[in-house]
């Protein structure tokens, strides 16, 4: 199993089956696809990048083509099983109030993001450089991301903002790191509802 | 240059009922069709038609070079919506003058030609006459309706007046009703062409005369709206039509943006009918599916069943995005199946008739899945067998 199918797995299991689905920043769709077929979900992606959502209008899945900073009003309260954040949070300028909107929108949500706190980076820092590696392939001054987290300090988010935590863990290499995650782990995942 | 395209024509002896209470009989539709209508009837596409087009959407007439279709770019064998596999029809709506019964034919009940007693014709009267030249031509059911702008709305309504007899409504350029605005630039146009002294409260034809003056600034006007102020200035900026000098006159042509507005006016007024104008923006004034629900177009795309592809272009002020963006919500309050493309171009309304890579490609891969579904509709069909 290749990395990119063993990560939309451990995050598809996140995901009831049948349920219906909004995908923040759905990229070219395959995620919302995989779930389509293996979970028999329905839903929508949200995305901005043209060729994106032209990818996903080939692949058949639903997609609408918005830009997540300027909100989500479009989206009524509850109106969707799960709301996925999978690699969007960290190119988001507003992404508090994403965060909030995606618990608003969704029963639950699932979040995933690159953990600043992986030790690679940690190392990296302690070097005196800022991390490049696979998974933050960026030179700091030419980054997509415009937000670094880690692990730990969306705990501390998820808790100013009323949310609770159903279930969390690392990714590392497509592998599912439950044990000193925010050291051992490039993305960090979370599944949440609002309390 | 594409394919040769075949005008063709039905007549309609029973009287339709329109929205007004009124009702046309004896009127003609006229159409064209390319491609072939497979063998069970699955893959026909019907494109409406906006303001000032008509039944000829693609390919060219014989011996006339500058005959293509209006969506020919869009529409043909290989192109987006791709001919070798839909059956596509090009309908002209009642009240044109290209064609289908219009204010220049005559009255069956008069004796004389309609002029300004042609009947007032509503976006649903128009889906309504499309309804029946589909029975005649044997097609129960649509693989799509297709349309942009005035388009667009015939599309819309399709989805909720025969939400059974379609499958897919691509809505482009489009919106669930005009603005105020949109309502004011339609007044003015209006307004230009019944102040004119030669319309003759709409019974030129009586006179021997056609009101050219009002036809050709209701056209500028329209023109003004269908471009961006960024192509505008692109195209002509302020540059003067004769060198550098100003003539300090207020009635000759001095810019070229003047130019081309008369040159365009001119060009329509020579071609469309002062009536069916009328009638044509009347009819975009009036299309409002929302009204019958309180304004809520949610629950007035409760009953459509259609799965939807809507287009937009940031630079359409007339038709522009956050109008598409009502009907993709209403869509979603209504669980749909819906995708929608914001095509970021910088043509105006008019971007929805040019080439652009992102929207031909979105289109084009919109349609390709349509015809494999056909394709896969068939195998299964064949298995059962």
């Not at chain 1, 690699?87 to 909107?101: I, K």
């Not at chain 2, 087009?53 to 020919?72: N, P």
């Not at chain 2, 469309?272 to 177009?297: C, E, M, S, V, W």
Request: proline share 4%; net charge negative.
């Amino acid at each position: 199993m290749t990395e990119a199918s063993s990560t939309f797995q451990a995050i598809a299991n996140l995901v009831p089956e049948g349920a219906r689905v909004l995908d923040l920043g759905c990229g070219d769709g395959s995620l919302l696809a995989y779930l389509q077929r293996e979970r028999q979900c329905s839903g929508y992606g949200i995305e901005f990048d043209d060729s994106n959502v032209l990818a996903c209008v080939r692949r058949g899945v639903n997609v609408l083509q918005l830009n997540l900073e300027d909100g989500l009003a479009i989206f009524e309260d509850n109106s969707f099983d799960v709301v996925l954040q999978i690699d969007t949070l960290q190119h988001l300028r507003n992404a508090e109030v994403m965060l909030r909107e995606t618990a608003r929108i969704g029963k639950q949500g699932v979040v995933a993001f690159p953990n600043f706190a992986h030790w690679p980076n940690r190392l990296s820092i302690l070097q005196g450089r800022m991390p490049v590696t696979k998974r933050l392939p960026y030179q700091w001054y030419d980054t997509p991301n415009i937000r670094v987290g880690t692990y730990k300090d969306f705990e501390v988010l998820a808790l100013k903002n009323k949310l609770r935590i159903l279930d969390s863990f690392g990714l590392q290499g497509g592998e599912v790191r439950r044990w000193l995650p925010n050291a051992r782990a490039g993305t960090a995942v979370f599944h949440f509802e609002h309390a | 240059m594409s394919f040769v395209a075949t005008p063709q024509s039905m007549h309609f002896p029973e009287a339709l009922p329109l929205q007004s209470g009124a009702s046309i009989r004896d009127y003609d539709l006229a159409y064209e069709t390319y491609g072939q209508l497979n063998a069970d009837r699955s893959n026909a596409i019907l494109v409406c038609h906006a303001l000032n087009a008509s039944h000829h959407v693609a390919g060219y007439y014989e011996g006339q070079a500058k005959s293509e279709g209006w969506w020919d770019n869009m529409i043909g064998p290989g192109k987006p919506v791709d001919t070798n596999q839909f059956f596509v029809i090009g309908v002209n709506n009642l009240g044109s003058c290209f064609g289908s019964t219009g204010p220049m034919h005559m009255n069956p009940d008069g004796g004389h030609v309609y002029g300004a007693d042609f009947p007032v014709v509503t976006v649903e009267d128009w889906v309504d006459a499309q309804a029946l030249l589909l029975d005649r031509l044997g097609i129960t059911q649509l693989a799509a309706v297709l349309g942009g702008s005035l388009g667009g709305m015939q599309a819309l309504s399709w989805t909720l007046q025969y939400p059974d007899r379609m499958r897919h409504a691509v809505v482009v350029a489009s919106a669930p009703c005009l603005s105020a605005e949109n309502i004011a630039f339609n007044e003015v146009a209006r307004r230009a062409i019944v102040t004119d002294p030669d319309f003759h409260g709409g019974h030129f034809y009586r006179e021997g005369v056609i009101p050219k003056r009002g036809l050709r600034i209701a056209r500028m006007i329209g023109h003004i709206t269908y471009l961006s102020d960024d192509v505008m200035n692109q195209k002509f900026g302020r540059q003067l039509r004769e060198g550098l000098d100003l003539k300090y006159s207020t009635q000759d042509v001095e810019f070229q943006i003047e130019s081309y507005l008369r040159y365009q006016g001119d060009k329509f007024s020579d071609y469309f009918d002062a009536n069916t104008y009328l009638l044509i923006t009347r009819a975009l004034d009036y299309f409002d599916p929302a009204k019958p629900f309180g304004g809520d177009l949610t629950q007035a795309l409760a009953g459509a069943k259609a799965r939807f592809m809507l287009v937009s272009f940031s630079t359409d002020w007339r038709f522009s995005p956050a109008r598409s963006r009502e009907i993709v919500k209403a869509l979603l309050d209504n669980r749909r199946t819906v995708s929608y493309a914001e095509i970021d171009a910088p043509h105006g309304h008019d971007a929805f008739l040019l080439d652009d890579a992102r929207y031909m490609g979105v289109m084009r891969s919109y349609f390709d899945n349509m015809a494999r579904e056909l394709t896969a509709g068939q195998t299964s069909a064949q298995e059962a067998v």
